[in-house]
């Protein structure tokens, strides 16, 4: 394990496959502080599967608007 150089905050959104085949989709957001020992972390791990396939879900509503808009045109 590396020691914790900086407290900057941090934001990662990673996939992961759970038992049963699903995926899910987590959002990891923490800050570190560093001490002589090492540092310590503090952090959220927050499950974002719904907002990524509602995001996704609008991209390819406009990507078929846009699309229905040239044919019109």
Same mark, same amino acid.
């Given at each position: ?15 992961? #496959? ?10 990891? !957001?923490?800050?570190? !502080?560093? !001490?002589? #020992? ?10 974002? !599967? ?9 991209? #390819? ?5 846009? #699309? ?6």
């Amino acid at each position: 394990v590396a020691p914790i150089t900086s407290s900057a905050p941090f934001v990662i959104e990673c996939r992961v #496959e759970v038992p049963g085949g699903d995926v899910r989709w987590l959002a990891i !957001t923490g800050q570190g !502080t560093p !001490t002589p #020992e090492g540092g310590t972390l503090v952090g959220l791990v927050s499950d974002v !599967t719904a907002q990524r396939q509602a995001s996704e879900d609008l991209r #390819e509503a406009d990507r078929r608007k846009d #699309e229905f808009l040239a044919v019109l045109a």
